[in-house]
């Protein structure tokens, strides 16, 4: 298939759940909608169908605008979608009906913290916000907001209680630890496959952490499916290929990469 008769085989599942952008005068939906159409075009969702169980809840850590959300919603029986930003509260009502939206972090634990959202060019970049170090971005201007963090096996069972979980997205902008830590009963008992998305620098730790609880990593380059150890940042991080600014037909996603892979050994 290709990626437009794609987005029409989601679109009519969506319209199934009651999400119908196309005759909607709701901004926000429609902001979320095409986020979701121009990662779908980029190619950024071509390999969820594999890991993804259509019969199960799955996880966006990191909502964002909830464009994988949205995927997310088309894939599975079910989804929750984390995001802290305050701003973005408005996806609890411009994402599909089988998606339960929670304004707070995940994290190992119970607690409040202050995230920090970076500002460049005179605007906040709510993708870049984080619980770490801002200045791992490089970034001098921030704002600060006092957000409450949770951990996935609380949600799991505050949500999703008696249900299975399937798959588990994060996107933290560095947390990813943090997060795992507190979704290990979720990942225990339920053995989700998991997407992160990791700097080459943290690569390795997160690797050696998640095979010691049982995990392997996997990643795609070019349509071809790697072992995590043969990684090569040189090689998998092509120069004018990162995600980014430029147009679509400027750069080739499937020859850089960022998300990576990991299903249980069983």
């Not at 909502?63 to 079910?78: C, D, E, F, Q, R």
């Not at 802290?84 to 339960?100: E, F, G, K, M, R």
């Not at 225990?188 to 496959?193: A, I």
Request: proline letters at 3%.
């Amino acid at each position: 298939m290709s990626q437009d008769e794609i987005i029409q085989a989601d679109l009519k599942i969506l319209r199934a759940l009651d999400y119908d952008p196309s005759t909607s005068l709701d901004e926000d939906l429609n902001f979320a909608y095409s986020v979701y159409q121009y990662n779908q075009m980029a190619g950024e969702f071509d390999y969820l169908s594999y890991f993804v169980d259509q019969n199960a809840v799955s996880i966006d850590a990191g909502a964002n605008v909830g464009h994988y959300s949205i995927k997310l919603a088309v894939l599975s029986k079910a989804v929750l979608s984390i995001e802290p930003v305050q701003d973005l509260n408005w996806l609890s009502h411009a994402l599909p009906s089988n998606c339960t939206f929670v304004n707070c972090a995940a994290g190992s634990q119970e607690e409040q913290s202050t995230l920090r959202i970076p500002i460049l060019a005179g605007q906040r970049q709510y993708g870049m916000a984080t619980l770490t170090d801002i200045k791992i971005f490089g970034v001098l201007e921030y704002v600060h907001q006092k957000t409450q963090i949770r951990t996935i096996d609380h949600l799991v069972q505050t949500h999703f209680p008696n249900q299975q979980i399937g798959f588990i997205k994060i996107d933290v902008e560095g947390f990813e630890r943090e997060v795992i830590l507190g979704a290990k009963e979720t990942l225990k008992t339920h053995k989700p496959n998991l997407q992160l998305e990791i700097t080459p620098e943290d690569l390795q730790e997160t690797t050696d952490f998640l095979a010691d609880l049982g995990y392997r990593g996997f990643f795609f380059f070019n349509d071809i499916l790697h072992d995590i150890s043969v990684f090569d940042a040189s090689i998998h991080c092509t120069v004018g290929n990162e995600w980014g600014e430029d147009a679509i037909e400027d750069f080739n996603p499937k020859l850089n990469v960022n998300n990576f892979f990991f299903i249980p050994r069983h």
